[in-house]
């Protein structure tokens, strides 16, 4: 396996099953420039296989947190420890960021991202409920 942190629309586009939907290329160049977000991509044998975004976070009393916004791997690569090798590839750049730490959001109930986020180092930190502004285009 090799991570590569993704620099070009066409890595984002190769990458695309690992995504929710289809990598639209104008939303694909904004998070590519936009500073302080982070895409990792793992291979297996050239095929991408796997996926961690990041998006670091600046408060002026709290200095900068990265927030693990997405975690993927394809259904045909899971069990291999690619998550867990993506969560701490993550983790390392974002300690070399100068980041003070690291949090992600994930449901109570979706325990295979538990177990890869443990596996990872993460711990508990508590229930929090989590609020939303839907807007529509």
Not at 33 to 42: D, E, K, S, V
Not at 53 to 62: A, C, I, Q
Not at 86 to 105: I, N
């Amino acid at each position: 396996m090799d991570i590569r942190r993704a620099r070009t629309v066409a890595e984002l586009t190769a990458a695309e099953s690992l995504f929710d939907g289809p990598a639209r290329e104008d939303w694909s160049e904004r998070f590519l420039a936009a500073q302080g977000h982070l895409l990792l991509i793992a291979y297996v044998d050239g095929v991408p296989a796997g996926m961690v975004s990041g998006v670091e976070m600046t408060h002026p009393d709290k200095g900068t947190e990265m927030c693990l916004y997405e975690l993927s791997v394809d259904e045909g690569y899971r069990r291999r420890g690619i998550g867990r090798a993506l969560t701490l590839a993550l983790a390392d750049e974002a300690k070399a960021r100068g980041c003070y730490g690291m949090w992600v959001g994930v449901d109570t109930d979706n325990e295979a991202a538990l177990a890869t986020y443990s596996a990872a180092g993460a711990r508990d930190e508590g229930v929090f409920t989590m609020r939303g502004w839907p807007f529509t285009a």
